[in-house]
């Protein structure tokens, strides 16, 4: 049992951990940050990537409406990389209540939300696929944000300012001493000695294992679990983010993100965070609010669907639909409510609003640990990431065509979304791949169309001479693909399934389980 | 999101396309139609500059259309592409002349001698590829110095006459500008045999069906030309005339590119499109009892026939090659080739003329074999290409059926 | 002549126009694209094992080889073989045994006939060989599949890396690509010249599928030649060199015996039927309108769900593409596919079902129309990628469908 001693852990990757992790460097505070998988594991990884104009809460929950409109403009300087400013729209589909639009109008006003009104005619000739026979429609502020390149620069930001990262370091223990949480025991990965970490502060900032992790520290979190799908379509059916205008549902927004436009979502509390089984009927549901606002969308061919878990407070012990749940975060100090100093656990809140939360978290860390220091996350851009990461649409083949050296061919290796052999084998070097599902997250290898069919053997190619990488790698991520493409298996898209099956079953004659390395 | 545009979703990736276009397979300049079509698309975004440059390679031949088995239309997805490239980059003035061959042909025709002059000279050429970018070597047609209109007034009509019900099969001959003005002759006997066969034929108005403007990226233009045409034909059409044409290209734009590429949607071009006729096309449906009741004399050769991509394109196969075969004395042998490299006005440009000629490499191999006596083509602007790189007459299936009519 | 309209010209559809035009029928081939040849190894799948009336006996009574009958099947795979050899294309294996041969991804596949190319990598004889790594061709990870060959006992000797001078740079190649430039015997000698020097100690190489596209025997016999050592090729991702190879020779014969070949042809249905149970054609829907093509029998060859033959849909449907012939499937679109891709996949056996005349029947097995026969990967039954036996139902199908059409 290795051990080492820091002045505060964060227990959680997302958006929030590494949130709270950036902002604690910046202040000056030694941070070490422990996540039990990969970058973009968890939820903040699964998300629809809407940066909030706030419109969305403007009636149910003002209070979030007006965090996420000052954030909103807070990240576009600070993130600016990793969003797409491709504005918003709020629509009322034929059949909406009518009488929303007025409430809603007068809840961006009083919430400070930008909202103006344009007509169908307007948002049809900016988006063309929108149904004409849409009653009403306000343009706002909302942006599409890469979370990948959003977790990545700030990993990277943590790491440029002394703070240590750690993946797939599951948390196996709390170390309490007498009433006081002291630190956390860790299981590093492949069997390596275990890790025991002594902080002055723990953060818990675990997502939907939040409860979990508490636990381990003898204390409760009352939580409610909301799994979310979403489908990705194979195309930007549209270029502005589009959002129903009736009160918050499932289905009601369609969000272009890189080369997709994703729907989403839906809400099905479930009692284990992991559990991210799709049924088929949210698939059906998606499509079928989709088609509300884009006609013919149903009918286009979904690439992929995926579920990301909401980790919510629920203070009372009513059950009930987890979507008429604050959204609003909560930051929970132990030692106030549990007479347990020496952990915070955060819970909740938006990746919209993930800065406001690190702040306000960070605040109660430096008053427990009586240290003086601001915050200073709005004064510091973050940096593109060092790794050459195209997120915006036309540049990676932009750089393909008009900047790259002519003294090579190009080495594309996966075609649908223009990743290079240098940047894969940049990938493959670093130690916090551990799979190519690692390479994919980062780089968006096997996300297009194809969903690898085509790059899953070239990238195995390039991964089998680096340390480490075993055989199986190729099946792996096969299977990984495959199970997010099962709950669209019809049309075109179980037509790529077949592709990918006679080029690996019957060309390359893959038919069994990988062999144990 | 045009049709064709929306039709990116369904590719698969298969490398199909890539495996048959001609111009990939003749240089690495152009990455491929699955990649410059619905693979690029995806990255095409309405309020950005296109990204890539590497589209403009592609020659619009339409064979990567033709041999996708999922349904994209990646030809149209290219050619539209191809006109965004064109109106960012601007159009050079040698594509603005180079795509109106009615201009041309209207004042080529009064000056007929000296332009073929000229145009034969090899300095006046040499000139020509340095100011305006026309390849030197790029084979050019003779002006003729009367048009086929003129040659043929007896069958003008301008307004269709009402069908009277007598059962005979009404034809209203489109010519295109490459009859019009460089073979007028063809004209004559495409008249001359529908007649034959029984058929009342009229030559109605018409102008430049537009496919060089499209090609060249002047969407509007050649939206202009569809709009005539289709106003006066769909007239035609409507009073029971069939729109046959001898210029397959000329009509797979009646038939399809006006709506599908240009996007035009209206009853009038909808009408034109289902009553266009490539000319073999329209004896094998209508007039094949017919002709096969006329005796065919002997025609001893050895043909080559290379049927066009635009002939292809219109997925009835290659209806002239049945009617060669049965021509006496006659041996056709079929071309192994995609594509002859001209692809309308691409072969004729400066700076494509190479990867043009390497195109139709192929081709012109199978002809150099030496046992040919003359090639077969059903596009004008693939048989001047043949003739100036084999260097063997081309004749149109037509002219061969008539040489057995006698 | 009987006028015999074939639809789809896949490996199915161009052996049947073949057969049928050899014998005298006259024959149209109707084709929306081109399809599963130009993607798959180029080799002919009959069975994982080699084929014997015991083996059939383990298939299913409705399995196309079971209608068939062992006779029937060994007859197609020798008419197979001839005509290709017409084409110069020469095919080795035959129907008491199997080759086995190392895939671009180091696992071994069986199969029945291989192309010569190819066959000479036949692993039986356990002898050593090396693998072609070829510099920048990302298409073949010689050493990905040199590592898995030898986990699994296979004798690899090592891989060399081969240097490719005056290849042209501005975009990534192909197979294709490669396979034309081999055509070419100026670029040929002089990347062999840059092969020999790294060659030395090597007997056998297997290299990914590239040598030759339209002059393949010629451009690997010179290869080998010119390097002095023995050379056998690997397919590997499309386009696939070998199935293009086979599909240009097919074609050839298709039209060597006459067939009318229609490409860019969408046929969405029935020319009106001259009298009950009987089709009359088929209609093309083109840019200028329908098109009917009108015949004695018509030979479905459409193939699966792969290439539009069937159509499945999100509520739950899968559509027969051309007549709506009732499909075989079952209705919970989340039972269609397994939890792997490796595993059996319940949608793969979807398909038209025939009866012993290749005709397809409904459910009381009577034959839907007396001259519409189905043949190919359009057919129920079972999953061909999990039995290995895709392109021998495609020839064995469409033989039996030709044989009964022309009865």
Request: aromatic share 6%.
């Amino acid at each position: 049992m290795t051990s080492l001693s820091t002045q505060l852990l964060v227990l959680g990757g997302g958006a929030t951990g590494l949130g709270i992790a950036w902002d604690a460097c910046l202040r000056g505070l030694k941070v070490v940050l422990v996540e039990q998988g990969d970058i973009g594991q968890g939820t903040s990884g699964r998300y629809h990537g809407l940066l909030h104009s706030g419109g969305r809460y403007v009636v149910s929950d003002p209070a979030s409406a007006r965090d996420c409109a000052a954030e909103n403009l807070v990240l576009r300087r600070l993130a600016r990389h990793t969003i797409e400013d491709t504005g918003g729209f709020f629509a009322a589909a034929p059949g909406d209540p009518p009488d929303f639009a007025e409430r809603w109008r007068e809840g961006c006003l009083h919430a400070g939300v930008p909202a103006t009104e344009i007509s169908v005619a307007e948002a049809c000739r900016r988006e063309p696929l929108l149904n004409t026979q849409l009653q009403r429609v306000f343009a706002v502020q909302d942006a599409s944000l890469d979370s990948f390149d959003l977790l990545h620069a700030l990993v990277e930001a943590i790491r440029s300012a002394g703070g240590e990262v750690r993946l797939r370091h599951r948390v196996t223990g709390i170390v309490r001493e007498s009433d006081r949480i002291r630190g956390a025991t860790l299981q590093p990965p492949d069997g390596t000695q275990p890790v025991t970490i002594h902080a002055e502060m723990v953060v818990n900032a675990t997502g939907p294992w939040a409860r979990q992790t508490a636990a381990l520290a003898g204390v409760d979190i009352p939580m409610a679990l909301g799994k979310g799908t979403m489908v990705a379509m194979a195309t930007r059916v549209v270029n502005t983010i589009v959002n129903r205008l009736k009160p918050p549902a499932d289905g009601d927004i369609i969000v272009p993100v890189g080369t997709v436009a994703v729907l989403g979502t839906t809400d099905v509390p479930v009692e284990d965070p992991t559990d991210l089984r799709i049924q088929p009927w949210e698939i059906d549901l998606l499509l079928a609010e989709a088609e509300r606002l884009i006609p013919g969308i149903a009918d286009r061919r979904p690439l992929r669907a995926w579920a990301g878990v909401r980790p919510l407070f629920r203070p009372t012990q009513t059950a009930g639909e987890t979507r008429q749940m604050p959204r609003a975060h909560l930051i929970l100090d132990h030692a106030a409510s549990d007479g347990l100093p020496g952990m915070i656990s955060v819970i909740g809140g938006k990746l919209t609003t993930f800065r406001l939360m690190a702040e306000q978290t960070v605040d109660q860390v430096c008053r427990a640990l009586h240290v003086e220091s601001a915050c200073r996350t709005k004064d510091v851009p973050l940096d593109p990431p060092r790794r050459a990461r195209y997120y915006a649409l036309p540049d990676r083949l932009r750089h393909l065509e008009h900047v790259r050296p002519r003294s090579l061919p190009p080495e594309v290796i996966c075609e649908c979304e223009s990743v290079t052999r240098e940047q894969i084998v940049r990938a493959l070097a670093s130690a916090d791949t551990a799979e190519l599902d690692d390479i994919r997250r980062d780089l968006r290898v096997g996300m297009g169309p194809c969903q690898a069919g085509f790059c899953a053997y070239r990238t195995a190619a390039l991964a089998e001479s680096r340390a480490g990488a075993d055989l199986g790698w190729l099946e792996s991520f096969l299977e990984e693909r495959w199970r997010g493409t099962r709950p669209l298996a019809w049309g075109t898209q179980l037509r790529q399934m077949e592709l990918t099956r006679r080029l690996y079953v019957e060309l390359m004659a893959m038919r069994h389980e990988p062999e144990a390395s | 999101m045009s049709q064709p545009a929306l039709s990116a979703d369904l590719c698969l990736k298969c490398n199909i396309c890539t495996a048959a276009c001609p111009v990939a397979a003749a240089t690495d300049l152009f990455p491929g139609p699955k990649a410059v079509g619905p693979q690029a698309q995806r990255y095409r975004h309405p309020s950005l500059p296109l990204p890539d440059l590497s589209v403009g390679w592609c020659s619009g031949c339409g064979t990567c259309s033709r041999v996708c088995p999922h349904g994209v239309a990646v030809a149209e997805i290219n050619i539209q592409a191809k006109a965004r490239l064109a109106r960012e980059t601007g159009i050079p003035l040698r594509d603005q002349v180079i795509s109106r061959p009615d201009l041309l042909g209207r004042f080529g025709t009064p000056l007929a001698p000296l332009a073929n002059l000229a145009l034969s000279a090899m300095p006046v050429r040499w000139l020509m590829e340095r100011i305006i970018k026309i390849h030197r070597h790029a084979p050019m047609p003779a002006f003729r110095t009367r048009t086929f209109r003129s040659l043929r007034r007896a069958e003008l009509l301008s307004k269709p006459d009402p069908d009277v019900g007598t059962g005979v099969i009404r034809v209203a001959y489109f010519h295109g500008c490459g009859t019009n003005y460089y073979e007028p002759e063809l004209g004559g006997m495409a008249l001359d045999v529908l007649q034959r066969l029984g058929c009342e034929v009229v030559v109605p108005p018409q102008g430049c069906c537009g496919l060089p403007l499209q090609s060249n990226g002047l969407f509007d233009a050649a939206r202009a030309y569809a709009a005539r045409n289709i106003r006066s034909l769909s007239a035609f059409a409507r009073a029971n005339y069939h729109i046959v044409g001898t210029s397959t290209s000329c009509v797979l734009s009646l038939k399809h590119d006006y709506r599908t590429i240009l996007g035009i949607q209206s009853e009038e071009a909808d009408l034109l499109a289902e009553n266009a006729y490539d000319f073999f096309e329209f004896l094998a449906l209508y007039l094949d009892d017919r002709l096969e009741a006329l005796p065919l004399r002997q025609v001893e050769a050895r043909a080559l026939y290379h049927p066009p991509c635009q002939l292809k394109a219109h997925g009835v196969g290659t209806p002239a090659l049945a009617v060669l075969q049965r021509i006496p004395g006659l041996t056709v042998d079929l071309s192994d080739s995609e594509c002859c490299g001209v692809a309308g006005t691409y072969g004729l440009k400066a700076e494509k003329y190479a990867v043009a000629r390497t195109v139709g490499s192929g081709l012109f191999d199978q002809a150099a074999d030496g046992r040919y006596d003359f090639l077969i083509s059903d596009s004008e602007t693939c048989r001047w290409w043949m003739a100036g790189h084999a260097r063997l007459p081309v004749l149109h299936p037509l002219e061969v059926l008539v040489r057995a009519l006698g | 002549m009987t006028p015999v309209l074939v639809v789809g010209a896949g490996l199915t559809g161009l052996f049947a126009a073949a057969l049928a035009g050899r014998r005298g029928a006259r024959v149209t081939l109707l084709t929306e694209g081109r399809g599963g040849l130009e993607i798959s190894h180029g080799c002919i799948d009959v069975l994982a094992s080699p084929l014997s009336s015991v083996e059939l006996a383990r298939l299913p009574a409705t399995h196309p080889y079971q209608l068939a009958g062992v006779e029937r099947i060994h007859h197609a795979l020798d008419l197979f073989r001839e005509i290709v050899a017409e084409q110069h294309l020469e095919y080795r294996g035959s129907a008491d045994s199997t080759l086995s041969l190392p895939t671009a991804a180091g696992h071994t596949r069986s199969t029945m006939l291989a192309p010569l190319a190819q066959s000479a990598g036949a692993l039986g004889s356990q002898e050593p060989f090396h693998l072609a790594a070829l510099d920048h061709f990302r298409d073949f990870a010689a050493d990905y599949a040199a590592a898995r060959l030898r986990r699994s006992g296979m004798p690899v000797d090592g891989v060399v890396r081969l240097p490719m001078p005056n290849l042209p740079l501005n975009r990534d190649l192909y197979s294709t690509d490669l396979a034309r430039l081999f055509d070419q015997p100026a670029w040929r000698s002089e990347t062999l010249r840059a092969w020999r020097p790294r060659l030395a100690g090597v007997r056998r190489l297997g290299l990914p599928a590239v040598l030759g596209l339209a002059h393949s025997e010629s451009a690997r016999l010179k290869a080998e030649e010119h390097l002095g050592i023995r050379l056998f090729e690997i397919p590997t991702l499309p386009p696939s060199v070998p199935g293009l190879r086979l599909e240009r020779a097919l074609r050839h014969a298709a039209f060597a015996a006459g067939v009318r070949l229609i490409e860019g042809a969408h046929a969405v249905g029935l020319v009106e039927a001259t009298y009950p149970g009987s089709v009359s054609g088929v209609v093309s829907q083109t840019a200028g309108g329908p098109r009917p093509y009108r015949a004695d029998a018509v030979i479905l060859a459409t193939g699966g769900l792969l290439h539009g033959g069937l159509l499945a849909r999100a509520r739950g449907t899968v559509q027969e593409s051309v007549f709506d012939l009732p499909v075989a499937h079952t209705s919970e679109r989340d039972d269609w596919t397994a939890d792997s891709p490796f595993a059996t996949q319940p949608y793969a056996s979807f398909g038209v079902r025939v009866g012993g005349g290749f005709r397809p029947v409904d459910m009381q097995a009577r034959p839907l129309f007396d001259n519409l026969f189905a043949a190919g990967g359009l057919l129920a039954g079972c999953d061909r990628s999990r039995e290995g036996s895709r392109q021998g139902i495609d020839l064995v199908s469409a033989a039996c469908a030709v044989e009964e059409a022309l009865r």
